[in-house]
C-alpha cells in the first residue's frame, strides 16, 4: 500500500496551494484518509480527514481556509488551501486508515511528507 503525495511548495501569506494524495496498492476498503502536519520543533498535528462516509474534521487553526476533498473512486484525496498563513509553513503528511486485503484489521498509512512554506 503507498500513498503518494504531490503539490505544495512555497506561496505568500494570504496566497493558495493545492495538495493531492493517491492510495494505491492491495486494499479493500478505505475508512478515512486525510492530512496531517508537523512545523519544526512541534508534534504532527491532525490538519484534515474525511471518512468514508464523506464526514470531515478540520484543525480549528485552519477551518474556513482548508478544504479537503475526495474523488469518486474515494482513492485520492485533496487539500485545497486558502488565505495561507506563515504559521501553516509545515511538512504535510498525506494519511490513509485502510484494511489491506487478507487483513481483519484496518493500518494507518503515511505518504512521505511534502513541504509547504508561507512566506510573509
Known amino acids: 500500500v503507498q500513498l503518494q503525495a504531490s503539490g505544495g511548495g512555497l506561496a505568500q501569506a494570504g496566497g493558495f496551494l493545492r495538495l493531492s494524495c493517491t492510495i494505491s496498492?492491495?486494499?479493500?476498503?478505505?475508512?478515512?484518509m486525510g492530512w496531517y502536519r508537523q512545523a519544526p520543533g512541534k508534534q504532527r498535528e491532525l490538519v484534515a480527514i474525511i471518512t468514508t462516509g464523506g464526514s470531515t474534521n478540520y484543525a480549528d487553526s485552519v477551518k474556513g481556509r482548508f478544504a479537503i476533498s475526495r474523488d469518486n473512486a474515494k482513492t485520492t484525496v485533496s487539500l485545497q488551501m486558502i488565505s495561507l498563513k506563515p504559521e501553516d509553513t509545515a511538512v504535510y503528511y498525506c494519511y490513509a486508515q485502510a484494511w489491506q486485503s487478507g487483513r481483519f484489521y484496518s493500518s494507518d498509512y503515511w505518504g512521505q511528507g511534502t513541504q509547504v512554506t508561507v512566506s510573509s
Open positions: 496498492g492491495d486494499i479493500f476498503n478505505i475508512n478515512a
